[in-house]
């Protein structure tokens, strides 16, 4: 089984920044891509940030410039650093890792349970 634990969310006002950070743990045998995605009521959930092994990371145009997305590979974790943070980028936010397991060969996405980030104006 493979767990995906996020934290670093809270509520912070416009032109304020907050890091997220997301540790995979469990049965894990590769991570080839961990992303970040967002959802706010009423919206469809969206890709704020990747980044895939061997890559180079891509952001929706929304946060260029603003977000930075890292791994650390031997840790399985990724963060994202959130910078100039506007009112529309509140929403829940989820990690997610594309995980092959010890017990599988083929790559299987695996989610966080989500955490808030609210942006007062």
């Known amino acids: 089984q493979v767990q995906l634990v996020e934290s670093g969310g809270g509520a912070v006002q416009a032109g304020g920044s907050l890091r997220l950070s997301c540790t995979a743990s469990g049965s894990i045998f590769s991570i080839n891509a961990m992303d970040w995605y967002r959802q706010a009521p009423g919206k469809q959930r969206e890709l704020v940030a990747g980044i895939t092994t061997g890559r180079m990371p891509n952001y929706a145009d929304s946060v260029k410039g603003r977000f930075t997305i890292s791994r650390d590979y031997a840790k399985n974790t990724v963060t994202l650093q959130m910078n100039s943070l506007e009112p529309e980028d509140t929403a829940v936010y989820y990690c997610?890792?594309?995980?092959?397991?010890?017990?599988?060969?083929?790559?299987?996405?695996?989610w966080g349970q989500g955490t808030q980030v609210t942006v007062s104006s």
């Open positions: 997610r890792a594309n995980v092959r397991s010890t017990t599988s060969i083929a790559f299987y996405s695996y």
